[in-house]
């Protein structure tokens, strides 16, 4: 029998997958441990936590698997919590979920695992993998159900998985609803069926993003003008690390109008803010890419995408620069394009690959 090493969070999603593979595979349970709690603040919680790790730990005792914690605080803190910073330090938005994707879950665990003679690794995400006898690639796919598309489709996050790995990954809620999944744990008596699920960014409980990075690092960001594209000066802001693209919230200031981020000018340490419409481009270029469906292409081509991880993929034209990066044109114009968030590239159900977006 093949060996499954599973990624339990304490959560539903990664408990029912531990138990639905139970039934084909010898599986163990791990739950990584990526910080102490210092990061929680007055009710709220992060991941991690004792009460999680109770709760896998009950889930895996329950179904005769072995469970352990693997301690992977340094390496969380140096590629994900670290380069967190970085990227805000830099004017750009960053996506720490793919980060511990990418470093933590589908790297080092894969790694350990491996080590340990284990066949697969498996967490709770809802996506597809599958084997293409025709490109003779690893394909990533979008999550379905039974009535198509999966609202709880997590395949953007995962774009950053390459064909050794994908190999090694077995994701078994690919084709479930939330709702089935919490009917499935009820039906198992798991303590946790009915367990809320985590928050964006775990280490950031209170969203309060500035304050989590002046804290960690004991640095002081000053604050600057705010000003519109001409240049014209409307107040103060508090540290442009604490603003994102798109932010019309929590800018502190009366303009008689909405008015939102349209971009940061690091040099001059000032937000520039703009109306609706001055959000909207056509265009980006990204790198860092990684590929799945193919290898780097070499000429342009046609196919969806999107930018964040909650918004519906768009006609796009993509083109290689030659640089291993891409100029991407989209058919209409796109909302609040973000340096450092992730453009993932579909064409249908197939996650052909994507990058980080630069400007």
Not at 28 to 44: P, R
Not at 119 to 131: F, K, L, N, W
Not at 298 to 327: I, L
């Amino acid at each position: 029998m093949k060996k499954v090493m599973v990624a339990m969070s304490g959560g539903v999603d990664s408990s029912v997958a531990m138990v639905m593979l139970k039934e084909q595979y010898d599986v163990i349970g791990v739950t990584l441990k990526l910080h102490d709690g210092e990061f929680e603040c007055e009710g709220q919680k992060t991941c991690c936590s004792l009460s999680d790790i109770d709760d896998a730990r009950e889930v895996a005792s329950r179904f005769d698997v072995m469970h352990y914690v693997y301690n992977m605080k340094d390496l969380f803190r140096e590629k994900v919590i670290d380069n967190f910073i970085s990227f805000y330090e830099h004017g750009m938005t960053p996506n720490p979920c793919i980060d511990c994707n990418r470093y933590i879950k589908f790297d080092a665990m894969l790694e350990r695992a491996l080590t340990l003679g284990c066949d697969y690794i498996s967490t709770g995400h809802y996506a597809r993998v599958g084997y293409d006898e025709t490109s003779g690639r690893w394909l990533l796919r979008k999550a379905v159900s039974f009535e198509g598309e999966n609202e709880k489709d997590q395949s953007y996050v995962l774009y950053d998985l390459k064909q050794e790995q994908l190999s090694r990954i077995l994701f078994p809620l690919g084709s479930m609803k939330k709702s089935e999944v919490r009917a499935y744990a009820e039906k198992h008596g798991l303590v946790n069926a009915h367990k809320s699920d985590s928050q964006d960014i775990c280490f950031v409980p209170d969203g309060d993003y500035g304050s989590f990075i002046s804290r960690t690092t004991g640095r002081v960001y000053p604050p600057g003008d705010v000003t519109d594209s001409s240049g014209k000066v409307f107040g103060r802001h508090n540290g442009l690390i604490s603003y994102t693209i798109g932010q019309r919230k929590g800018l502190g200031i009366a303009f008689g109008k909405p008015m939102y981020v349209i971009g940061k000018d690091m040099n001059k340490n000032a937000l520039i803010v703009g109306e609706a419409d001055e959000l909207l481009s056509r265009t980006l270029t990204a790198s860092d890419m990684n590929w799945i469906a193919f290898e780097k292409p070499d000429k342009p081509f046609e196919c969806k995408a999107k930018t964040r991880y909650r918004m519906t993929e768009q006609p796009c034209m993509v083109y290689p620069d030659g640089d291993g990066g891409v100029t991407v044109e989209f058919s209409t114009p796109q909302r609040a394009i973000t340096p450092g968030q992730r453009v993932v590239f579909y064409d249908g159900d197939i996650v052909l690959g994507g990058g980080v977006i630069c400007t």
